[in-house]
């Protein structure tokens, strides 16, 4: 018997948040997987080395989307808005940032991103930026003095920092510093799989003390068996960060870049999003998620694996939502 096959509804009657999603918002596919998926909410990627002004074009755009599909999507703010949107059978997007680079060097733009309904910031990505250090950056010096307001501005407005593609001292530094839980939403344990982008079980320890959460990422590459990894791959993943942090501390981050064609690629992993490098070659033309959960619409696999594996119905559906709603109301309110 296989996993999808196990006969059960837990997966309908939780909520189901992805906490990174980073699909081409373009692709009318990505919409019909998330509504095929009954996926109740995803932190939606709407920025990751934009300035002030894209950010802002971007943001207009996602204010067209959300009339245009006004059937099956919903802008979340809050919590209550997520626990909405699982009540009227639609999605709620949560805007994120990868990258803290769309407020330059103003820390008051970001009162006025929390008030358009940004809600989850990355404070770095990848590499070095005005508030700290990213994972591949050659050094972390950790968080600069702007980045120490950054962390306290972000407290003071209720938006949820993000630590997943953040240097190891920045990491540290952030959660060290902040007054609200912090969260990892898309990342897996360094010890589980040697990676940069993994991380440490010092900061997993100390983002789960002090109340965060950790998104188990299911991008193929964090895996141990790389674009070959299954549906059990990712499993595995969740369950070595339940094992490090404990079943109240993990939640889903698929890092789905469903319909994102290979430029995509190419422009992520460029130095701060201008000069190319080499990194992206080495990925497939049509880049997929393991095997059993390609796309949001067959995320339910999830669910059924946990089951499978012995977990409760209650712990099931902590793991699938349960943990980030948690999360969300203590840092956002509602």
């Known amino acids: 018997m296989t996993a999808r096959n196990i006969e059960t509804d837990i997966y309908g009657r939780s909520v189901v948040f992805d906490g990174l999603n980073v699909s081409n918002w373009d692709s009318p596919e990505v919409y019909r997987s998330l509504d095929a998926g009954r996926v109740t909410g995803i932190n939606a990627t709407i920025a990751i080395w934009e300035g002030f002004a894209q950010t802002m074009d971007n943001l207009a755009a996602w204010v067209h989307r959300f009339e245009t599909r006004a059937d099956t999507l919903v802008q979340a ?10 009540e009227q059978g639609k999605t709620g997007v949560v805007l994120g940032w990868q990258n803290a680079s769309p407020i330059e060097n103003d820390l008051d733009r970001l009162a006025l991103f929390h008030a358009l309904g940004v809600r989850i910031v990355q404070i770095t990505y990848n590499e070095r930026n005005l ?16 980045g120490q307001d950054v962390v306290r501005e972000m407290n003071r407005l209720g ?3 993000d630590l ?3 240097g190891d001292r920045t990491t540290l530094e952030a959660a060290e510093l902040s007054d609200q839980p912090v969260a990892c939403t898309h ?4 010890a589980f799989f040697e990676h940069p982008r993994n991380k440490t079980d010092e900061a997993l320890r100390l983002i789960a003390e002090r109340g965060g959460v950790i998104g188990a990422n299911a991008f193929p590459p964090f895996l ?9 791959d990712y499993a595995d993943a969740i369950e070595d960060l339940i094992e490090r942090v404990g079943i109240d501390h993990v939640g889903i981050g698929t890092d789905y870049t469903q319909a994102q064609p290979k430029a995509f690629f190419d422009w992520i992993f460029s130095q701060q999003g201008t000069k190319r490098r080499d990194v992206s070659d080495g990925y ?3 880049l997929l998620h393991p095997k059993g959960m390609e796309t949001p619409d067959s995320l339910d696999s999830v669910a059924a694996e946990l089951l499978l594996r012995g977990y409760s119905e209650a712990d099931a559906a902590k793991l699938l939502g349960g943990n980030w709603l948690r999360l969300f109301g203590q840092v956002w309110g509602g």
């Not at 703010?77 to 699982?86: F, P, V």
């Not at 141990?224 to 059990?232: A, H, P």
């Open 164 to 166: 997943s593609h953040v």
């Open 77 to 86: 703010r809050s919590a209550g808005d997520i626990l909405q949107a699982k």
């Open 131 to 146: 508030v700290g250090n990213g994972c591949y950056e050659r050094s972390d010096d950790g968080l600069s003095m702007f």
């Open 159 to 161: 938006m949820l920092i």
């Open 224 to 232: 141990r068996n790389g674009f070959d990894s299954t549906m059990q």
């Open 187 to 190: 990342a897996n344990a360094r």
């Open 284 to 286: 497939p033309e049509n």
